[in-house]
């Protein structure tokens, strides 16, 4: 089976994405007893336009295609000489050979960007990964996403990402970033924080509604 890999367009980013179901893999938004970590109680890729079938069903599509053995051409193909490209606004890195091969992807087109938000540094057989495939590549940042929202942060962490529910939450310092898309409508716009490896924290401001908990009982993906 050729791979037909199929991006996504987020309003709100100034580059194309590759995105899978959220929460089916999304293992490390789980917390004990199975139940969705404070950062992911109000996922905005469970809500909204993210429920329209049209939408779901690209996400499911991409669950299936990574496994292709042609997927990473096709992907280098599909990303072409853009400059910018996020992994990732809906689901994570759930599994070791997606990673293995989302770094492959990433090292075959030097001349693009790329930035990948995580919860899946929690997986013993992935960080490897990310710690010897992706970190050494130039052209990608990996930001381990906290679980709060109260501007709590990793520590010993290149690049990360943390919530805030307050503004007098957010610890100002050199490399650290916080969000202004709120002040364009929820738009980047020319701010580039996320994807600079200079940048070493970005803080979110907490938005949308808490998600209904029968969203939370789907099963994790293969």
């Known amino acids: 089976m050729n791979a037909t890999p199929k991006l996504s367009a987020p309003s709100k980013m100034p580059c ?3 995105s899978l179901p959220a929460w089916e893999t999304c293992p490390g938004a789980r917390g004990k007893g199975g139940q969705p970590v404070d950062a992911c109680r109000t996922c905005y ?12 069903a690209v996400r499911k599509h991409n669950l299936d295609d990574w496994k292709s053995p042609d997927w990473v051409d096709a992907m280098v193909k599909h990303i072409g000489k853009s400059k910018l490209f996020r992994w990732f606004d809906s689901g994570d890195m759930y599994d070791a050979m997606l990673a293995i091969k989302i770094a492959q992807v990433v090292k075959a087109t030097p001349h693009c960007a790329h930035w990948i938000p995580t919860r899946a540094y929690k997986d013993a057989a992935i960080l ?3 710690q010897e495939l992706l970190d050494p590549l130039p052209n990608v940042v990996v930001r381990f996403s906290s679980d709060s929202v109260h501007g709590e942060t990793l520590d010993n962490v290149e690049h990360s990402s943390t919530i805030i529910s307050d503004e007098s939450e957010y610890v100002s310092g050199k490399g650290r970033v916080l969000c202004t898309a709120p002040k364009r409508k929820g738009k980047c716009g020319k701010c580039r924080a996320c994807f600079d490896p200079r940048v070493k924290v970005v803080a979110y401001h907490k938005h949308g509604r808490t998600v209904n908990p029968k969203m939370f009982d789907r099963e994790m993906a293969d």
């Open 128 to 130: 490897p990964v990310i």
């Open 45 to 56: 890729a469970l809500q909204g336009r993210y429920t329209f079938g049209a939408v779901e």
């Open 16 to 18: 194309k994405s590759w």
